[in-house]
């Protein structure tokens, strides 16, 4: 059995040396370099398309975050613009108050000027409705007292004037009548 396994250890010896050729002459080497450089070859485009990938999610996410900072500050301009318009609010009520209340007050002074020239004209009309009735009671007083005077007159004269005197004291009041009617014509 010796004899046999130093005859094999010979034998692979020697296949061995036959094996052990230059590296480059080997297919296993090429076949390594083939699929390095096939490798080489896909891994440039996919590496580039994976960088173009990246750097389009970087732009992507740059412009998402300078929208994020617009709105921000527009947020931020809004919030101040309230702010101020809160502030500012009640200046703005107060002013309304006083714009309200110089409209009252001018309302105010309209209606009592119309209520002063209304007073005014009632109290023509009723000063003009009492002048008149003072007239009328006038007249009327005026009335009854010639309408007593002429009854007392009648009865005095009646009394004392004789049927003579009756007749010429007509004649001549019939005569200054138709003198007045004469005159007014």
Same mark, same amino acid.
């Given at each position: 059995m010796s004899l046999e396994v130093n005859q094999e250890?010979?034998?692979?010896?020697?296949?061995?040396?036959?094996?052990?050729?230059?590296?480059?002459?080997?297919?296993?080497?090429?076949?390594?370099?083939?699929?390095?450089?096939?490798?080489?070859?896909?891994?440039?485009?996919?590496?580039?398309?994976?960088?173009?990938?990246?750097?389009?999610?970087i732009i992507r996410i740059k412009r998402e975050l300078q929208e994020a900072e617009n709105l921000k500050l527009e947020a931020q301009k809004l919030y101040a613009e309230y702010e101020r318009k809160f502030i500012n609010t009640d200046k703005e009520v107060a002013d309304i108050v006083k714009e309200q209340e110089n409209a009252i007050e001018e309302i105010k002074e309209k209606k009592e000027r119309e209520m002063n020239l209304y007073l005014q004209r009632k109290s023509s009309e009723v000063d003009s409705r009492i002048e008149q009735e003072l007239e009328q009671v006038?007249?009327?007083? =005026? $009335? @009854? /007292?010639?309408?007593?005077?002429?009854? #007392?007159?009648?009865?005095?004269?009646?009394? !004392?004037?004789?049927?003579?005197?009756? =007749? $010429? @004291? /007509?004649?001549?009041?019939?005569?200054? #009548?138709?003198?007045?009617?004469?005159?007014? !014509?």
């Open positions: 250890i010979t034998e692979a010896l020697a296949t061995q040396e036959v094996h052990e050729e230059v590296f480059y002459q080997s297919a296993e080497f090429w076949v390594a370099m083939a699929f390095c450089l096939v490798m080489a070859a896909l891994l440039k485009p996919l590496l580039k398309a994976g960088k173009n990938l990246i750097t389009k999610r006038e007249e009327e007083i =005026n $009335h @009854l /007292i010639s309408d007593k005077t002429a009854t #007392i007159l009648t009865e005095v004269i009646s009394s !004392k004037l004789t049927k003579s005197d009756y =007749n $010429h @004291l /007509i004649d001549k009041s019939i005569g200054q #009548i138709k003198e007045g009617l004469s005159a007014q !014509k």
